[in-house]
């Protein structure tokens, strides 16, 4: 299946949101960032001030004497992030699978969605209007089959535009522009390339794969990929991890089963915190043991009925340990990991609905106050000697 | 050891202790089963050290005996074998022969002397009528959990009353309860026990057969449970432990009630459960304004629906389900009309045949969060 990512831009986001309260604004060169006196840096500018030169991330000073007529405003840093997010809940209307890139842009995967919504630019029209209609604020959409070509399709169509660019016409877009519009490709790269005769997309194609690898080593595969308009599709917001692992090697080998079940205690209630911070079960749980000769040995077990508590892993991780290890070999490392891991279970319990509610609200009052205070601030009386 | 018997006298028989033998069992000997032939029978016993089975089938014996022949290898011979007698007798260092018409077998066998010896039911406790007690397994034993590492729901519950007999069984996430009105003779008090699966499952085997006045003799040693059917013994290790609290999660308020046509709803659940999801299972249930909505989605494959007419009018209910834990009681039940009866989409929900004769019977499942 062909992948279909969007690149949704939000048009001059910190100014438009100005404007949303200050409707007086529209039009004007409004530049946010702080006031001209003031030590710092463009963080937005209106395509009214933009025409004058100035951009992000230039002086104040310098915006200044370039649009001298321009409105100063320091910014207001919670109404934008409540705006990103207002926009966001609406990307996720659409597809579960939206990555927030920074607080105005968003990669979203419509893979496989034709045949809910129809072709990529009649659902990004429907995006566009309803991010307008519910948060005032216009979006450009780049669609592609890579988040780079979408990225630069979404800038040349700003403001308010929409570009598909249709498989296997990446290249013929991206041929024409300057290198420097290449995400990634910052003043160091372009002044390099510059100096070799390269000024365009099209120009770093020519280079050939061979030349850009000896000039650039591994930074210049990427740079040739990025010349093809190859790119990934691969959506890293998948921070959901396929399992979850801690171990603890000790100061001196031990043999002492106290030391070493406290350990596992330790170490299987960090692993739990993490596995709920993902909102999590684990289906599999793994004990990790390693002698003083370096001879590792791990076991897993299976539970039928996948859990995220502290106690039900411990048990299953001493059960572990007591069919592993003899007590008397010096052990010089464990580890306790969690794996195949998936969300909450569906199906309900019949008997100790209570009791296994109750120890769910427990370990989550636990877990709130550890990201209040930090991991060590509370711990079960198991993991304290 | 010599002897002659009917082929399908000693066919049934070698049949029925074939569920019981370990296919992949590492002490030999279970693997065998063993021939005792005394008086005017000969008796054969199988068992894997949980569960044993002792039957017998009349006999000419021509010189008394014992050994114990691979189990397996001696069904197939005996199915086999033409319709005639069967001569059975001992050779040299274990050696069995059997000929039947023109056909001879010569089989290695192995001495009685390493067979577990089996238990014996000493006093029966009471005596089980042999239909119901059938019925009563085959209305609860889907309910056992087939994994589960708290083994007291790897079996059903049998509580033995003067005046009734109910058996119960649960995995955790649904559990069956069935009652019946019986008069069990000699029992003046209580008696609990759990089941093993394994047991009950050979049980419906040998119930089978069983005629309608026929009763099972129950009785317990220490370790041992006795089910005694004529000329068949039964022997299974105990299962200690304690079985949850079952009446605890019998509903009493489930009010909202609707009764369907049995094949009509498990029509609708099988065709709906085609595009459940794969995992999971689940399917939704929608109760409301005279009509039953069953309905799946799947990410991969699309989605299923289908409405049943209802004379449902009351609050609607929207709930959803593990489908095979629906039609696993609507299998099992024979009445034609089905009851279901919810509290919410929270609570467990209950299903019973909608009239009740023979017995009380009583389904519960905990729903699936949607």
């Keep these: 299946m062909e992948p279909v990512i969007f690149h949704a831009d939000m048009d001059a986001f910190f100014v438009s949101v100005e404007e949303l309260f200050e409707p007086s604004l529209k ?4 530049i946010v960032g702080g006031l001209p006196n003031q030590r710092g840096v463009v963080s937005a500018a209106s395509y009214e001030a933009r025409k004058y030169g100035v951009h992000s991330a230039m002086p104040l000073v310098t915006a200044k004497r370039l649009c001298p007529h321009a409105v100063f405003l320091p910014g207001r840093r919670d109404k934008y992030c409540e705006y990103s997010r207002k926009a966001e809940g609406i990307f996720r209307r659409f597809t579960p699978v939206v990555e927030m890139v920074s607080i105005d842009e968003a990669y979203l995967d419509f893979t496989g ?18 991010v307008e209609r519910e948060t005032g604020l216009s979006v450009s959409i780049g669609i592609s089959r890579t988040k780079l070509v979408s990225k630069v399709a979404s800038d040349l169509a700003k403001p308010r ?4 660019v249709l498989p296997s016409h990446e290249a013929s877009l991206l041929g024409p522009l300057k290198v420097g519009k290449l995400p990634g490709v910052g003043k160091a790269t372009e002044m390099q390339l510059r100096d070799l005769g390269v000024m365009t997309v099209a120009d770093l194609a020519a280079l050939g794969r061979q030349s850009l690898n000896d000039l650039f080593g591994q930074w210049g595969e990427s740079l040739y990929c990025k010349a093809q308009g190859q790119n990934t599709a691969h959506f890293d917001f998948h921070d959901e991890p396929v399992s979850i692992s801690n171990e603890h090697t000790f100061a001196q080998d031990t ?27 684990a289906r599999t749980i793994t004990l990790k043991l390693r002698d003083l000769h370096f001879r590792t040995v791990t076991r897993a077990a299976s539970l039928k009925e996948p859990t995220h508590l502290d106690g039900e892993i411990l048990d299953r991780v001493l059960q572990l340990l007591h069919r592993s290890w003899d007590c008397k070999t010096k052990i010089r490392l464990v580890g306790v990991g969690l794996s195949g891991l998936g969300y909450a279970p569906m199906q309900g319990h019949l008997f100790e609905r209570e009791s296994r509610e109750k120890k769910t609200r427990l370990y989550e009052a636990a877990d709130k106050i550890r990201g209040k205070f930090g991991f060590d601030s509370i711990t079960s009386a198991r993991t304290v000697k | ?87 059975i007798r001992t050779l040299e260092n274990n050696w069995v022969q059997i000929n039947c018409a023109s056909a001879s077998f010569k089989i290695v066998g192995l001495p009685k ?25 085959n209305k609860t034993i889907f309910a056992i959990a087939t994994e589960e590492s708290r083994y007291t729901f790897n079996g059903a519950l049998l509580l033995l009353k003067p005046l009734s007999v109910t058996m119960v069984a649960t995995d955790g996430h649904r559990l069956a309860h069935i009652e019946k009105q019986i008069p069990l003779d000699p029992l003046n008090t209580e008696l609990r026990t759990l089941i093993p699966k394994k047991a009950l499952a050979e049980l419906q085997r040998l119930l089978a057969e069983a005629d309608e006045k026929d009763v099972v003799s129950f009785g317990k040693d220490e370790n041992h449970l006795f089910f005694r059917l004529k000329n068949r013994l039964m022997i299974s290790r105990m299962l200690t432990g304690q079985f949850p609290n079952h009446e605890a999660v019998l509903p009493k308020d489930n009010n909202r009630s609707v009764v369907l046509n049995r094949e009509d709803i498990r029509s609708a659940i099988r065709r709906v459960s085609l595009l459940a999801d794969d995992k999971s299972r689940s399917i939704r249930i929608l109760l409301a304004n005279n009509q039953l909505e069953v309905s799946s989605n799947n990410a991969d494959l699309g989605e299923a629906k289908e409405v049943l007419e209802t004379s449902y009018d009351g609050e609607p209910v929207h709930i959803g389900f593990n489908c095979q834990y629906l039609l696993d009681f609507i299998t099992a039940t024979e009445d034609t009309k089905i ?17 009740e004769e023979e017995f009380r019977y009583r389904y519960i499942v905990m729903p699936m969060r949607l």
């Design chain 2, 113 to 137: 002397d390493n067979f577990p010896i089996l238990a014996d039911l000493t006093q029966s406790l009471v005596e089980i009528p042999a239909r119901p007690l059938l019925s009563l397994i």
């Design chain 2, 339 to 355: 009851s279901f009866d919810f509290k919410d989409d929270q609570s467990a929900g209950q299903m019973r045949p909608a009239t």
């Design chain 1, 161 to 164: 535009g929409i570009l598909w």
């Design chain 2, 1 to 87: 050891m010599e002897l002659t018997v009917r082929k399908f006298d000693i066919l049934r028989e070698v049949g029925l202790t074939q569920g019981v033998i370990e296919k992949k069992n590492t002490i030999p000997i279970l693997a065998n089963l063993l021939m005792d032939a005394q008086g005017d029978s000969v008796q054969l016993s199988a068992t894997d050290l949980e569960l044993g089975i002792k039957c017998s089938c009349p006999a000419k014996i021509k010189k008394p005996g014992a050994i114990t022949t691979p189990a397996k290898s001696f069904l197939e011979i005996i199915r086999e074998l033409p319709d005639a007698d069967i001569r």
């Design chain 1, 27 to 30: 039009g004007k060169a409004v």
């Design chain 1, 113 to 130: 969605s034709e045949r809910l919504y129809g072709a990529p630019l009649s659902v990004a029209h429907r995006l566009r209007s309803e």
């Design chain 1, 255 to 281: 043999s002492d089963p106290e030391e070493v079940e406290l350990t596992l205690a330790q170490l299987v209630e960090k692993a739990a915190h993490r596995l709920r911070a993902h909102r999590m079960f």
